[in-house]
């Protein structure tokens, strides 16, 4: 009789464990499917502006894309528990960049202005794991600096919902005073503490397999390049007339692409969009320190490698130069193409409608 029941203990917790992993399988699908719905609604939606408005395909930074994109917005709004299926995606090359974007935007975070400049996505998926580890002592060096209270909120909110858990047990613990901006932490439920908790731990884990091929990551970022066949149309995506307005000399290089960008070409990559600063441009002296940390300098080198375009307040784009009279550059999410100058574009003008899209003239050359 004792072994009957045994064996039924047994097969009741087998039971249990199996739906229980069912389940949270379920969910997972379930979640994936929803972070890929949303993405390919903002892919469809970065297409139609681009049709819509031909200048909206100009621009290297990423962040220009996801701006006022329902759905970007939507995958934002799927929060926190989107963030496993988003850092597994970003890993395996899925529409990467743009997950970065969006895991910093759910977690509250801005590591590039705060913590740790990242440039590429894979860049972000080490350093939002190493930040996340670091959250909890973060906070305790905040709670028991010398700051006031005042700095010691400013401070914390820059470390995201993430720090919630912790500070919620500092100030339950009197050990610093609530701000409005942090008072709903002391009514922050057990379940969510110990969920975004647990979240930390999912994320902090290194990621062993993954259901996306990383061959995906030169097909899902494309953008009105792809014929029935799945080949890459070589060809313009615009007349003739619309480069001209643009550059007074330009030959078609290669396919349009939003799978890199400007930056990322004169760098020597094609397979990634490296952009290290966030939504505004680079001053002349953000572009230059980045550069001379990639071993490129604006005045001492064995020969010219990235020429630099903007105007004297910031810079808008990039180019490689390979030649006393040539440069080749990405631009933006449209072709390839090469100059027969290495100052080939006109005048950039943020304050002038019709000048605002331009890449400006010549400002720095890199050496190398």
């Known amino acids: 009789m004792k072994k009957t029941i045994n064996c039924l203990l047994l097969l009741f917790l087998a039971l249990f464990l199996s739906i229980n992993k069912s389940s949270t399988v379920m969910a997972e699908t379930s979640m994936e499917s ?15 502006k681009g049709k819509e408005n031909p200048k909206f395909l100009m621009s290297s930074n990423p962040y220009a894309y996801v701006k006022d994109n329902r759905g970007y917005n939507n995958l934002v709004n799927l929060g926190p528990k989107a963030l496993p ?12 960049y743009y997950l ?21 996505a ?11 580890g670091q959250v909890p002592n973060k906070v305790n060096q905040i709670v028991n600096s010398n700051k006031t209270d005042s700095e010691k909120n400013k401070d914390i909110s ?27 932490l002391l009514d922050i439920p057990d379940d969510k503490i110990n969920e975004l908790k647990q979240l930390k731990e999912i994320l902090t884990e290194p990621i062993v397999n993954s259901n996306i091929s990383a061959s995906k ?61 966030s939504s505004n441009i680079p001053t002349h002296a953000e572009a230059i320190s980045y550069l001379r940390e990639r071993g490129y300098d604006p005045q001492d080198g064995l020969a010219p490698k990235i020429i630099a375009y903007g105007n004297s307040n910031g810079i808008v784009h990039f180019s490689r130069y390979i030649g006393s009279s040539e440069s080749r550059a990405k631009w933006g999410g449209l072709e390839l193409m090469t100059h027969y100058s290495t100052d080939p574009y006109y005048e950039y003008d943020p304050n002038n409608s019709n000048k605002a899209d331009q890449y400006g003239k010549q400002q720095i050359v890199f050496w190398k």
């Open 217 to 277: 990551k030169q097909e899902d970022g494309q953008i009105s390049k792809l014929n029935n066949e799945g080949s890459q149309v070589l060809s313009l995506t615009k007349p003739s007339s619309y480069y001209d307005k643009y550059s007074w000399t330009w030959h078609y290089a290669g396919s349009a692409t939003t799978t890199y960008n400007c930056l990322a070409y004169a760098l020597g990559y094609t397979d990634r969009k490296i952009w290290p600063w």
């Open 34 to 48: 929803s972070v890929k719905s949303c993405i390919t609604e903002m892919l469809q939606i970065i297409d139609q």
């Open 122 to 132: 894979e860049a972000f998926a080490k350093t939002f794991r190493e930040f996340l």
């Open 100 to 120: 970065a974007i969006a895991a910093e935007d759910i977690s509250q975070v801005d590591l590039k202005e705060n913590f740790y400049r990242w440039d590429t």
């Open 158 to 184: 820059k470390l995201g919902i993430f720090s919630e858990p912790y500070v919620a047990e500092h100030i339950k613990n009197r050990k610093i005073e609530s701000s409005s901006s942090l008072k709903n």
């Open 85 to 96: 299926v988003i850092q597994k995606l970003i890993e395996s090359g899925y529409n990467e």
